[in-house]
């Protein structure tokens, strides 16, 4: 799977997440309807995948799992971990398929 690619930073950042806990195998990946503009990027630790999840290893062999249903919303996604102009530290997802983004940046369109 080619679709979502992972800075290094994204990943070292997963990765401490994951290995919180031995249970947890890696990440799952997937996008819900939600906000002003219609859909988010959710990220979830998991102890297990789900049957039809797509799996992928990124660097440092850190376990990704997307959801095959939101598999039209990763198509050239970029995960990055950056600190923001207020200091704080946070996942972002860019997307160029993207057709709008709400002001706050929270959900998106396709």
């Known amino acids: 799977m ?3 690619t992972l800075t290094d930073a994204a990943v070292e950042h997963l990765k401490k997440i994951v290995e919180k806990d031995a249970k947890n195998i890696g990440f799952r990946l ?13 990220t979830d630790v ?17 376990q990704v799992f997307v959801d095959p249903s939101c598999m039209e919303f990763m198509k050239e996604l970029i995960i990055d971990y ?4 207020l200091k704080q530290k ?7 398929n993207e057709k709008n983004r709400c002001g706050c ?6």
């Open 30 to 42: 997937s996008v819900k309807k939600t906000g002003c503009s219609g859909f988010k990027y959710v």
């Open 2 to 4: 080619n679709s979502v």
């Open 90 to 96: 946070r996942l972002v997802f860019v997307n160029p």
């Open 46 to 62: 998991i102890e297990a995948a789900k049957e039809n999840d797509i799996h992928f290893v990124a660097q440092q062999n850190l």
């Open 82 to 85: 950056v600190t923001d102009e």
């Open 105 to 110: 940046g929270e959900s998106f369109q396709m």
